[in-house]
């Protein structure tokens, strides 16, 4: 009840909450370098990262997509302090496992969540699916120069949805 209470169906994205040529050899490195972020900003608790990385261990997230691979790890909210949306472009592709086959998936793109009510998980991943569907618009994300060129991008898909 009380995650109900505070959650109004907003994420907060900004661009302390997106890295650019994440370094990782792994999946559960990506995740522990972009959870970083969340911490950073105290969005999350510290147990967010580790909760995440053995919850895309049994959960699987990654998606294939016909260019590029995509992760969408997230949790349970008892990690979660403020709802968040972070995203994480990969400088080289590290394997995941797809959320339906569990087949080994080559990500390039990590959409980060942190959500605090399960109304407002299923609305982020709603868009979430749309973004995915828009090849052109996830090039555009992984192609950007700069974290206000992928803010453009999310901007387009999430705004609604977005506390900034």
């Given at each position: 009840?009380?995650?109900?209470?505070?959650?109004n169906g907003r994420l907060i994205i900004e661009e302390d909450l997106i890295?650019?040529?994440?370094?990782?050899?792994?999946?559960?490195?990506?995740?522990?370098?972009?959870?970083?972020?969340?911490?950073?900003?105290?969005?999350v608790k510290r147990t967010f990262p580790d909760a995440l990385i053995e919850?895309?261990?049994?959960?699987?997230?990654?998606?294939?997509?016909?260019?590029?691979?995509?992760?969408?790890?997230?949790?349970?909210?008892?990690?979660?302090?403020?709802?968040?949306?972070?995203?994480?472009?990969?400088?080289?592709?590290?394997?995941?496992?797809?959320?339906?086959?569990?087949?080994?998936?080559?990500?390039?793109?990590?959409?980060?969540?942190?959500?605090?009510?399960?109304?407002?998980?299923?609305?982020?991943?709603?868009?979430?699916?749309?973004?995915?569907?828009?090849?052109?618009?996830?090039?555009?994300?992984?192609?950007?120069?700069?974290?206000?060129g992928v803010m453009m991008v999310i901007d387009s898909f999430f705004g609604?949805?977005?506390?900034?």
């Amino acid at each position: 009840m009380k995650n109900e209470a505070k959650d109004n169906g907003r994420l907060i994205i900004e661009e302390d909450l997106i890295e650019r040529n994440i370094d990782a050899d792994d999946f559960a490195e990506a995740i522990t370098v972009l959870s970083r972020n969340f911490l950073r900003k105290n969005y999350v608790k510290r147990t967010f990262p580790d909760a995440l990385i053995e919850r895309e261990k049994t959960f699987p997230t990654g998606l294939e997509t016909n260019r590029l691979g995509i992760a969408i790890p997230h949790t349970d909210p008892k990690h979660v302090i403020k709802g968040s949306l972070g995203i994480g472009i990969l400088k080289n592709p590290v394997t995941f496992q797809a959320m339906d086959t569990k087949k080994d998936v080559p990500v390039s793109i990590i959409f980060m969540l942190a959500i605090t009510h399960p109304a407002s998980q299923l609305k982020t991943l709603q868009k979430i699916m749309e973004l995915i569907r828009d090849e052109q618009a996830l090039l555009d994300i992984k192609n950007a120069k700069n974290k206000s060129g992928v803010m453009m991008v999310i901007d387009s898909f999430f705004g609604d949805l977005l506390e900034k």
